[in-house]
C-alpha cells in the first residue's frame, strides 16, 4: 500500500503510520485475527497511542477503509486520456491482474474479508458503496469520453460502468475464496469481448 492518498482528508503522519501498521496486521492476520494489540505491535508503539485517534476497532477500520479510497483511486489513475482502450485496458488490470503475488492475494483477501462486513456495519457499507462509486465513475468516466471523442460507439456509459465493474469484483471474490486458478482469465477474456461488442464503432 502506497502511502499518501487523493482524498479532500489531510492525514497527520501518526495516523499515516497506524493506517500502515493496520494494513501490515491485517495481512499477517487477517480480519479475524485483528486487534489494537496486534496493530499496535505492528506500529511498535502502545495501544494508547492507537486509542488517542481511534476510540475502538471499529472506529480505526472505517477510517482505515477511508484510507483504502485513496489508495484504490490513486492506483487505477493513467497517465493520459488520450486513448481510452488504452485506459481500459489499464484499469481492468490494475483491478483484476491475471498474475498475482501473495503479498497481493493477500491483499485482495483482505479487502474481501472487510467488504463481508458490510453485510452488518453502516459504516463498512458506507465506506465500501464510496468504493465502487469511485470505480465505477472512473471507468464511466474513461468510456465518456471514448465516446465524446469517436473512439466508442454511443452506448449507456453508466451501465457498461455498471457491468465492468461488477464482473471485476465477482472474479475477485471468485479468486480469494476458491482455487480455481483459470477462471481469472477466463473472465478477462469474456469481458475483453464484451467491451470490444459493446465500445467499437461499427464499420
Known sequence: MADGGTSDRDWTEAEEEIMLATYRALLEHGYAGLSISRIADELGKSKASIYYHYDSKEVLLGAFLEYAIDQFESSVQTETGEDPWAELEHVVEKLLPLRVDEEKRRVQAT????????VTSDAFREQFTEIDEQLAATIR???QRGIENGTFRDVDADRVAEHVLATINGAM???????????VAAV??????????ELRPQS
Open 141 to 143: 468516466d474513461i468510456v
Open 173 to 183: 471474490y471468485g479468486r480469494v475464496t476458491s482455487d480455481r486458478e483459470t477462471a
Open 111 to 118: 479487502v474481501i474479508g472487510l467488504r463481508g462486513q458490510a
Open 188 to 197: 478477462r477474456v469474456s469481458l475483453s469481448s464484451y467491451l470490444d461488442t
